[in-house]
């Protein structure tokens, strides 16, 4: 029985340290199997998080994406290899199907081998574009490593980027400089929310190809801050795909090297820049979770929102119309091991849409208390003057963060014959009753005078005519 113990405890341990929230198996494509000492303290990296890493070549026979028409890898990352093509288990339709299916994938590609064909269909299949000259690179003349690109300028040493806008969280932080070396710079569409840049080129940079042989570079594919050094898309399904122009990056050369930035000696933080992309990559950061949603009549103090009180359990499937209603929603963020209580970034909000065919109500929801792991945020308000269909819907889709959709239907009904306030409840009406009253009054009165009112000519009836 000791082995069996000792096979349970294993697959425990393996199951507490697997750090992704979608799994830990990872597929690593190499152009060959000796390539992978280049990347080794990378790979070191990886394993020493939980990943289950298996190695192969474009060339290997056992090289699928999919077993019994599941993914058979949680993740992907593609190395880049000479060769234009990857083989029929690398096609762009199956690397789609593959992000179909919520597998994550981490393209590094490169100027000296060359983009592969399969991976310039992807690219384009998410709108993002890259120079359509295998060999073009990006250069910039003033943030260069002088000690290794003192000619060519094609090593770039950038600072850690910054999140853009104030409602983003920071998940590409740090302190330090990247090196990043021949890279093949990419464009994104501008109708796509679904894609972001994680490391944009400095304003001074441009793209070039070293094989022309003209000292100006006429129509450049793109410059400045268009170009993008680190791209990342998020489908609909929260499916990662990560670009990272230079795979160079990458390696072990490159991880702790000193390198010359304006005549000043500096060493590169690739490491720690390799390690923050690949955790978002790879879904152990960024990842948002929604626990318990309910939604119940708020009647009485006793039911009020407050930080003290548990979530209720019951979720009524009907309202009815100017009922009070509070709303609840218990929202986590998978941090590297363990759920943590989601924040929202500074000038952000969490909204809740109680809606039919458009939204009657938009209202913030606001954070009212936590637990060891989630956040509850929750708002109250009184349903619309109108029965029908309506939908707690609550969306939520930010750069970085998975997404979240949620949504809950009840039925919005009238008044019953029964729910009606009585019309001398209503001290609006005391006008129209006493009216009433006083048109009743007036017409008994009317009545018993006409009745008890005799005739004027009764009194000669029966008299003798006279002329």
């Known amino acids: 029985m000791r082995w069996l113990f000792s096979f349970l405890a294993l697959a425990l341990f393996c199951v507490v340290n697997a750090r992704s929230f979608t799994g830990s198996r990872l597929l690593v494509v190499l152009e060959e199997e000796s390539e ?13 998080r939980g990943f289950t890493i298996t190695t192969l070549t474009p060339k290997s026979e056992s090289l699928s994406l999919f077993k019994h028409g599941a993914r058979a890898y949680d993740h992907l990352l593609l190395l880049p290899t000479k060769s234009k093509g990857l083989g029929p288990a690398l096609t762009a339709n199956l690397l789609l199907d593959f992000m179909k299916k919520e597998g994550n994938v981490l393209l590094a590609l490169s100027a000296e081998t060359g983009t592969p064909t399969a991976v ?3 690219l384009l299949e998410v709108d993002i574009h890259i120079p359509s000259d295998r060999n073009a690179l990006v250069v910039d003349h003033f943030n260069y490593d002088s000690t290794s690109a003192a ?39 501008n109708e796509s929310p679904l894609l972001a840049p994680i490391l944009k080129a400095p304003s001074t940079a441009y793209s070039y190809n070293p094989k022309d042989e003209a000292d100006i570079v006429e129509e450049p594919f793109a410059v400045g801050q268009q170009l993008n050094l680190v791209s990342a898309m998020q489908s609909l399904n929260s499916a990662r795909l990560t670009v990272l122009g230079s795979a160079e990056a990458l390696q072990n050369a490159w991880f702790a090297e000193k390198a010359t930035l304006a005549g000043k000696a500096v060493k590169t933080a690739n490491r720690d820049f390799a390690a923050k992309l690949s955790s978002w990559a790879f879904k152990e950061t960024g990842v948002l979770k929604v626990g318990k949603l309910t939604h119940y009549l708020n009647e009485g103090s006793s039911k009020k929102l407050n930080s003290s009180s548990a979530l209720p359990e019951n979720n009524p499937k009907i309202y009815r119309i100017k009922n009070d209603v509070a709303f609840q929603i218990e929202v ?11 924040e929202l970034p500074p000038n952000d909000i969490l909204q809740l849409e109680f809606s039919m065919l458009s939204p009657f109500h938009r209202l913030n929801l606001s954070p009212i208390s936590q637990t060891a792991n989630s956040t509850i945020f929750g708002a109250s ?32 009904r009238h008044f019953a014959h029964d729910e009606w306030p009585r019309s001398w409840q209503i001290s609006a009406a005391w006008v129209w009753i006493a009216g009433i009253w006083v048109t009743v009054a007036g017409w008994v009165v009317f009545v018993g005078v ?18």
């Open 332 to 342: 986590s963020e998978y941090t590297s091991t363990h759920l943590t209580p989601f």
């Open 36 to 48: 992978r000492e280049k990347y080794g303290v990378f790979l070191g990296d990886l394993e020493s």
């Open 151 to 189: 000619e060519k300028h094609d090593v770039l040493l950038l600072p850690f980027p910054k999140p853009a806008r104030s409602d983003v969280k920071d998940y590409f932080g740090g302190e330090g400089v990247i090196a990043v070396p021949r890279a093949v710079g990419q464009t994104l569409g």
């Open 381 to 412: 308000f009184r349903t619309p003057d109108q029965h029908g269909i309506f939908n707690f819907a609550v969306k939520y889709n930010r750069p970085f963060l998975t997404g979240i959709e949620e949504k809950r239907q009840v039925t919005v």
């Open 450 to 467: 006409w009745l008890y009112s005799a005739p004027v000519g009764a009194a000669v009836k029966g008299g003798k005519k006279t002329q």
């Open 120 to 122: 310039q269909s992807l």
